[in-house]
């Protein structure tokens, strides 16, 4: 059974930054995409809950979804459509080019 802890921001946002890699987490506003739920959440909406042996453990944003660090995204790449995922891609390709 896990319990939700309420962390302060700073102490939040250090552990956002410490497990999020691929979403990374600047500040609290940032928003990043949860594979899990499918849908965008902030690093203030995150929840922290402490396991057995005292460790922090992260969660998603969204009310009821599950989601860990290594769902998170900062944009939506499952969803080739979606405006970030094209701007991104788009990003990409201008890269790849200059070489
Ligand atoms: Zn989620």
Redesign the pocket.
């Known amino acids: 059974m896990s319990e939700y802890v309420e962390l302060s921001d700073a102490e939040k946002l250090q552990l956002l930054q410490e497990h999020s890699f691929q979403a990374p987490f600047p500040t609290l506003g940032q928003k990043n995409w949860?594979l899990?739920?499918e849908?965008e959440?902030d690093g203030y909406s995150a929840r922290v809950w402490k396991g057995g042996d005292g460790s922090l453990w992260l969660e998603?944003g969204?009310p009821g979804?599950d989601?860990s660090p290594i769902d998170w995204a900062p944009y939506p790449w499952w969803d080739p459509d979606h405006p970030l995922t094209r701007k991104h891609e788009a990003e990409v390709g201008r890269q790849t080019r200059e070489y």
Request: aromatic letters at 12%; proline letters at 0%.
């Open positions: 949860c899990h739920c849908k959440f998603c969204t979804c989601g």
